[in-house]
């Protein structure tokens, strides 16, 4: 299984990116899908996650500014980032709990980090 982030990019302050995360391989269903983001020094954070039934958490620094969402029939996680402050500037990881075809056992799977920096 392999998740592939992808959509960061150079923003200016007040402005928008929407980032797509696609999961591939043998997957046999997925659970929670999320965001986290990695600020140099910093320690990695939840950014926001969505169950698979549609329920969101949001980091309260992202509420308001942020959307995550998620097509099943893709097994993809989307997060739309709205009104970037230069504090969202950070590496973005996207994640998810896989169960694969053949073990049937859930595993996290991370992807490799798309990086956002927002200019003020």
């Known amino acids: 299984v392999q998740l592939q982030a992808s959509g960061g990019g150079l923003v200016q302050a007040g402005g928008f990116l929407r980032l797509p995360c696609a999961a591939s391989?043998?997957?046999?269903?997925?659970?929670?899908m999320g965001w986290y983001r990695q600020a140099p020094g910093k320690k990695r954070e939840l950014v926001a996650t969505i169950t698979s039934g549609g329920s969101m958490n949001y980091a309260d620094s992202v509420k308001g500014r942020f959307t995550v969402s998620r097509d099943n029939a893709k097994d993809t996680v989307y997060l739309q980032m709205n009104s970037l402050k230069p504090e969202d500037t950070a590496v973005y990881y996207c994640?998810?709990?896989?169960?694969?075809?053949?073990?049937?056992?859930?595993?996290?799977?991370w992807g490799q980090g798309t990086q956002v920096t927002v200019s003020s």
């Open positions: 391989g043998s997957i046999f269903s997925i659970n929670a």
């Open positions: 994640n998810a709990e896989v169960i694969d075809l053949v073990i049937r056992v859930p595993y996290v799977y």
